[in-house]
């Protein structure tokens, strides 16, 4: 179980890292907003309830802080694994169109 809310952590922490570099750095968005901010009350309620296994997760300390009510402007959107998956996820959109 403990592996579980794990893998569920890391994931809402890589899409708020993603969609925040989107939004921030590319000036796009590919989900809806409603999206992201029930992701992001996910994630909050998951490390309030988890705070030892949130510690345990990838870019922990950017997330140390986190609500629902922060944005993800100052998380590390400069991060290289940020932006070439942002940008991965970017293209594969625009190609869709």
Not at 60 to 66: E, Q, S, T
Request: hydrophobic share 40%.
């Amino acid at each position: 179980m403990n592996k579980d809310i794990l893998e569920l952590i890391n994931r809402r922490r890589r899409q708020i890292l993603i969609h925040s570099f989107l939004y921030y750095r590319m000036n796009t968005s590919v989900i809806p907003d409603l999206t992201f901010d029930q992701w992001a009350r996910e994630l909050a309620e998951l490390q309030r309830k988890y705070p030892e296994i949130s510690c345990e997760g990838i870019f922990a300390d950017a997330f140390a802080d986190f609500s629902e009510s922060i944005t993800g402007f100052n998380l590390p959107l400069n991060d290289p694994w940020v932006i070439a998956t942002g940008m991965y996820i970017l293209r594969i959109c625009n190609e869709k169109q």
